[in-house]
């Protein structure tokens, strides 16, 4: 007969698992080696059950949401249970087995409780860089997903315990700053072992069968939860389209479209419509796709309601095969994780706005702003800087959007100024608010961010960057946010419009100048 778990009891049990979350992010910030990793926080962490069902995740990044579920799923198709040991660790970076751009790599760990497997734990890093055709591994232009970097099936990287050397040395003989990747990869390790730690410690204080029928009553209360928030949610079919500035290659506009459909209580999420996959890097896989869409919902119910498998149940999703976002191999797809994912937020929001018209913002900055920066110093050691940037946040019915911040799919915070200038050769000669950026509306959209980096040393710099020809749109009335600029300041004074994706080379004490798009404004403006 089922064990009856009175609320408190389960509320108890749920807070123990977010935290173990939670304390799993502290342990990869504090011994991890990169500025990406210990200032910026650009990581995720999960626990799921043994069949591949969310049971928490930390507060980190929105993009890894859907993605981690689909990484955790392909490593046990890869893996089967027999063939998982104590201690074992599953590396993973393909984008078409789970993954979601090569930067991103994820570290799995099966948790034996009375030797049966019941847990994964799992977190996943961007690395500041992971091979492939330009430092930091996040080309402005590609076509092909090798030029990208190393690519990672899911393969142990630890067996029972002990790293698997000639794995190791493969990844490592591949990238740029080994010593880096090393230390980040060894904090993402240690990072599991804590979170087994705390799961073992858990399962010890309530058994494994009470603990496991918990769980179970956890996802249920989520489902129940996300149906009575969303049970105003009308009936019906809300379409909404929006459009990339590029494909990568070309300056041709890419389409998303979406159609939201409530019946029964299920919400269908179509992305019917839209274009074809690209020859650039804007194509994004359905990791990606899931995890904007979970994201977009996770944000219209209660922040109380635990994030898990549960919450998601009702929700089916629909994506075109062969379209830009159910690309095939090879395709590129590194500003597919980054730029299309805000896109892709951007219609569903747009299309969410018709259901609840006094509850969705007007568009975001749009753009994460991806800039990446690398060469050799004066003693001929190799150095890599990744960092986004924040921008403007739509304003929304009773509100005024904020400025300067990350928006949507990415919750990272900057690198400061002094850790950036302490670990690389670029000064920042300005960091300020874009004034008067944000669109003018009943309430304001927020303002975008100028950031001036001077590069002190000959460098590469690439660019994946979005809104710089189409505008952050503004509902109600309100009129759209401005679109964002890139330029480069060259030595002899000489200006130079980037386009929205590059790679080009700097000069010793050339200037790179990023202007941020601010966020759409709500209301006409009386």
Known sequence: MEQEIDIITLSVIQKALENITDEMGLVLRRASFSPNCKERLDFSCAIFDSEAELLAQA?????????MFSSTFEIIKEFPIEELNEDDII??????????????????????????????????????????????????????LFEEGLIIPPVKLYERGKEVTDVMNLILANVRVKKERLGD????????????????????????????????????????AFKSQLSNFPNGTFQFTDFLDSNGISEQSVKIKVNITKSNGKYLVSFNGTDPQQTGNVNAPQSVVYSCVYFVF????????????????????????????????????????????????DVLLGALAQAFPQLI??????????????????????????????????????????????????????????????????????YSFRDNSGGIGEKKGGDGIVRIIKCLLDSSVSLQTERRKLPPYGLNGGEPGLKGVNKKITIDGKTIILPGRSITNFLANETLILETPGGGGFGKRI
């Open 185 to 224: 990869f060894r904090a993402q390790r240690a990072a599991l072992l804590r979170g087994k730690e705390r799961l073992i410690e858990l399962s010890e204080k309530y058994n494994k069968t009470f603990l496991l029928n918990a769980c179970t009553k956890l996802k249920d209360l989520s489902e129940k």
């Open 298 to 345: 996770r944000s219209l119910t209660d922040s109380s309601i635990m994030t898990n498998a549960g919450l998601f149940r009702n929700i089916d999703i629909e994506i075109p095969e062969g379209c830009l976002l159910d690309p095939k191999p090879p395709a590129a797809v590194s500003s597919g994780n980054v730029e299309t994912s805000q896109r892709i937020v």
């Open 91 to 144: 590396i993973l970076n393909s984008p078409f087995t789970g993954g979601t751009h090569l930067p991103d790599v994820t570290f799995l760990m099966p948790v034996f409780i009375d030797g049966e497997l019941t847990f994964f734990v799992n977190n996943r890093a961007h690395h500041a860089d992971i091979g492939g055709a330009t430092p930091g591994s996040m080309p402005g232009i590609s076509s092909e």
């Open 361 to 430: 913002p007007a568009a975001s900055q749009g753009t994460m702003n991806n800039i990446t920066i690398g060469g050799f110093d004066h003693t001929g050691k190799q150095w890599t800087y990744y960092e986004t940037i924040g921008g403007g946040t739509g304003a929304g019915c009773e509100y005024n959007g904020i400025s300067g911040v990350h928006s949507h799919m990415t919750n990272t915070l900057n690198t400061p100024i002094e850790a950036l200038e302490i670990a690389y050769p670029l000064r920042i000669m300005k």
């Open 59 to 67: 507060e980190h990044i929105p993009v890894h949401l859907g993605a």
